[in-house]
């Protein structure tokens, strides 16, 4: 799913809506200019990484994409940061569209054959095992710091050892935002318009990717 | 129409294909272009006055081999008729300035087709300043003025050369007659049906050969109301009738729908047009669009039985869309090629049936 029209330089494409939304509102929320979003097309079994190289062959046909200076990859490092980022290289190779690999994450390769640069973007962070979930989970925290105990209780009490880092952070996200938010079926793609959660992406936690979309121009 | 049935010695393999590559300089909006890794149906896309239609006429002009065909590209785009009845050398000018880039007749128009070595030829447009010469314009004698006639030259990839030349007389326009060097090339233009007798005469020609099945299964499938196809007279000419179970004769095809006559020029075409390339402008015309997928389908079924290439224009997303399920699973056969037009000067961009597949997929408007 990407924008009928790719109107700004920069285009960010994630997992999954969840992903884009975040970083959407992110941008909104930091006065970010110059950002459009997007993400790979069902079936849902192209949904995450292996998603980004249809997503990215399908692009390049898209006559807009002159219009575009960069895409960056925002992708969950999950339990295996370095098996990440070798598995997103590969999807750009894998589009088979001319794009330039990436030599290592947050580093623009250059423009060339009618393509854009590409950057990977991890989530969290270069290096930190985890998701998007795990990314967001701090400001939740800060805010509701007795609820995210009982879910803390709570999951340590149901499912103890079969969730790792990234289910985890998963689980306890949704556990804090069915109890916190007015709709409890609330996603993470929709949480931030809703006005419970739209403060936190002023939170610290998120100044590493704001940083990011902002020096991204000044990278390439 | 054009369509001169030719056998070439090197089209056994199923990887066959007429044309591999092209150049095209200064003819119409294209002042160059390159294209290469061409494949069994080539999808042209772009928005209008990008140069889709001009990219097909290109092909079919360099193909047949008959300088006769820029009249006939003419009448397709609707331009008026060639009427030089005095030799008027302005006039004789204005007949073929919208071949040239820019309207700049001082350019060469060259178009290079490249396949197997004979399907390699190379075809050239231009003013030869040493063939100028004096003709009468009017009734007196003094009334005469300077003439350059047009040059058409084809040449292949051993040496061998033809070259002819247009120019005017007294009795008006002169234009030389085909050459040697044609290829079997047809095309269909947006808007002009096909020729109800030519249709016939390609329909008669492969029921002589008892070839006519497959193209009536096909199309009494695709039209379960249509029993059978015969070709019969009417008025004097010959024509494809259809046996429709509903009606208590037979009535000629184009009386049936624009689709189905449609649908059967163009296979009739595919079919008749073996091992060389029929150029398909505006496929959607015509066709409901539930229909659209067989009609994908098909025609890349009859390209590869007859080893026949095809350029398929269209502006329709919907068209494209449908097009998803045939070229699953057969990429390497598509290539998508979109003209792009920037400052007056147009492009054509190459992308693979991979691409194109995902493009599809992905929801991307390739056009």
């Known amino acids: 799913m990407i924008p009928a029209i790719l109107s700004e330089p920069y285009l960010v494409i994630g997992e999954g809506p969840a992903d884009t939304e975040s970083i959407s509102h992110l941008a909104m929320a930091r006065n970010i200019a110059g950002y459009q979003v997007g993400y790979p097309e069902l079936p849902v079994a192209a949904h995450g990484r292996t998603g980004f190289g249809d997503l990215l062959a399908a692009l390049a046909t898209d006559s807009d994409l002159r219009n575009v200076r960069a895409i960056a990859i925002a992708y969950d490092n999950d339990s295996n940061p370095d098996g990440a980022f070798h598995h997103v290289q590969q999807s750009i190779r894998g589009s088979q569209s001319g794009y330039s690999v990436p030599a290592a994450p947050l580093e623009a390769g250059p423009a060339v054959n009618n393509v854009p640069a590409i950057v990977a973007l991890p989530i969290p962070w270069v290096n930190e095992i985890g998701c998007l979930e795990s990314l967001i989970l701090p400001a939740v925290t800060e805010k509701w710091p007795e609820v995210r105990r009982l879910a803390d209780g709570l999951i340590a009490a149901t499912r103890p050892n079969d969730l790792g880092t990234c289910k985890g952070d998963k689980a306890i996200l949704a556990a804090l935002v069915a109890c916190v938010c007015r709709d409890p079926t609330c996603s993470v793609r929709s949480m931030w318009s809703r006005r419970e959660f739209r403060d936190l992406l002023g939170h610290t936690c998120f100044d590493r990717v704001a940083e990011f979309l902002r020096d991204l121009p000044a990278m390439l | 129409m054009q369509s001169v049935v030719e056998v070439h010695p090197n089209c056994k393999g199923d990887d066959y294909l007429m044309i591999q590559s092209l150049t095209v300089e200064n003819f119409r909006c294209f002042e160059h272009v390159e294209l290469s890794d061409l494949k069994r149906i080539n999808v042209v896309v772009g928005q209008n006055a990008s140069g889709k239609t001009a990219l097909l006429e290109s092909i079919f002009f360099a193909g047949g081999g008959h300088s006769q065909l820029a009249l006939r590209m003419r009448a397709w785009r609707l331009l008026p008729d060639v009427q030089i009845t005095t030799a008027n050398p302005e006039t004789f000018e204005e007949v073929w300035r919208d071949l040239f880039f820019n309207f700049d007749q001082s350019r060469t128009i060259a178009i290079s087709l490249r396949g197997t070595p004979q399907n390699t030829r190379t075809f050239r447009i231009f003013y030869d300043a040493k063939t100028e010469h004096v003709v009468p314009v009017g009734q007196k004698l003094e009334e005469v003025a300077t003439l350059t006639p047009l040059s058409f030259e084809y040449s292949d990839s051993e040496g061998h050369r033809s070259l002819t030349k247009a120019e005017i007389n007294e009795r008006g326009l002169v234009l030389p007659g085909p050459t040697p060097f044609f290829m079997n090339v047809s095309m269909y233009v947006a808007g002009i049906k096909a020729n109800p007798k030519e249709a016939a005469e390609r329909f008669s020609a492969l029921s002589k050969k008892n ?89 890349l079924e009859f390209a590869e039985e007859y080893k026949t290439q095809l350029f398929v224009s269209t502006h329709s997303l919907e068209a494209l869309k449908h097009a998803g399920p045939t070229i699953k699973g057969n990429e390497s056969k598509f290539a998508l090629l979109r003209t792009e037009r920037t400052n007056g000067n147009s492009s054509v961009r190459y992308f693979s049936g991979h691409q194109f597949l995902k493009a599809i997929e992905q929801k991307v408007d390739v056009r």
């Open chain 2, 211 to 299: 070839q006519e099945r497959h193209l009536v299964e096909t199309l009494t499938r695709i039209f379960p109301f249509i029993d059978d196809l015969s070709v019969q007279t009417s008025a004097g000419e010959s024509m494809v009738f259809a046996s429709v179970s509903t009606l208590p004769e037979k009535v000629p095809v184009s009386l049936i729908s624009e689709g189905v006559y449609r649908l059967l020029s163009v296979l009739v075409g595919i079919a008749s047009t073996k091992n060389g390339a029929v150029m398909i402008d505006e496929l959607e015309n015509g066709f409901y669009h539930e229909k659209l997928p067989e009609i994908w389908k098909l025609l």
